[in-house]
């Protein structure tokens, strides 16, 4: 799926996963390669996720049910863990850059298009 900052009319991805089961969001980009510009995952449901068994950074957006921004952590290194995000519904995970180059920030809205297209990753 692609996913849009509704706000600046930019893409933040346009290879995009849904992770929408228990195992896939645990596995989220483990035993994956590095994604590139434009590939991603989504995670729903979800409000804090894990990096733990990953060798690279990634960019995390935690987004509420409406699409807006609630959070964003640029380069998240593996091994580690964030915090719960209080009314985030939905996690995006992509390669670094992503949020400086789709030029997202809190508060902006983003919009799947379609999530009912969306390929589940497993």
Same mark, same amino acid.
């Given at each position: ?7 600046? !009319? ?23 390669? =590095?994604?590139?510009?434009? =590939? ?14 990953? &060798? ?18 640029? &380069?998240?290194?593996?091994? !580690? !863990?964030? &915090? ?15 949020? =400086? ?6 508060? !902006? ?14």
């Amino acid at each position: 799926m692609r996913i849009e900052n509704r706000t600046r !009319k930019t893409l933040v991805g346009t290879r995009v996963d849904l992770a929408s089961t228990w195992w896939g969001r645990l596995k989220g980009f483990i035993g994956r390669q =590095e994604p590139i510009p434009g =590939e991603g995952i989504l995670l729903w449901p979800c409000n804090a996720v894990h990096t733990y068994g990953m &060798s690279f950074d990634l960019d995390i957006l935690f987004l509420d049910d409406r699409g807006r921004v609630l959070e964003m952590i640029r &380069s998240f290194a593996p091994w !580690k !863990k964030t &915090s719960r995000v209080p009314g985030a519904r939905y996690v995006l995970e992509g390669p670094p850059g992503m949020i =400086e180059e789709s030029q997202t920030e809190v508060g !902006k809205r983003t919009e799947p298009q379609p999530l009912t297209a969306a390929r589940e990753t497993e």
